[in-house]
């Protein structure tokens, strides 16, 4: 299974970007999918998941209002908008499946394949 995760990029405060994640693999298909970032510096964190049976959705409080996950329309993609970036959302931002079994959203050892993560970077 691999996991392309595209979108990042340099911006300054206020402006918005857009990540894609596509999962591939044989017959693979997620039961959630979502998103950490880690800031230089900083553990690795929790920003957004997805869980594909019901479109419900989980976000980081410091995210809420203005990230948001969607499923994308081709197979195992999602995406986040991100919206009125602040500074303190620059990290490398990393997706990650869930294939089924225990799933805790906002803990990173739930998920079962990671992507090589997307930089981005938010300037004042």
């Known amino acids: 299974v691999q996991l392309q995760a595209s979108g990042g990029g340099s911006v300054q405060a206020g402006d918005s970007l857009r990540l894609s994640c596509s999962a591939s693999?044989?017959?693979?298909?997620?039961?959630?999918m979502g998103w950490f970032r880690q800031a230089p510096g900083k553990e690795r964190e929790f920003v957004t998941a997805?869980?594909?049976?019901?479109?419900?959705?989980f976000y980081a409080d410091s995210v809420k209002g203005r990230f948001t996950i969607s499923r994308g329309n081709a197979k195992n993609t999602v995406h986040v908008q991100m919206n009125n970036l602040k500074p303190e959302d620059t990290a490398v931002y990393y997706c990650?499946?869930?294939?089924?079994?225990?799933?805790?959203?906002?803990?990173?050892?739930?998920?079962?394949?990671w992507g090589q993560g997307t930089l981005v970077t938010v300037s004042s």
């Open positions: 693999g044989g017959t693979f298909s997620p039961w959630a």
């Open positions: 997805i869980r594909f049976s019901d479109s419900y959705t």
């Open positions: 990650a499946a869930h294939e089924g079994g225990y799933f805790y959203a906002t803990d990173g050892r739930t998920y079962n394949y």
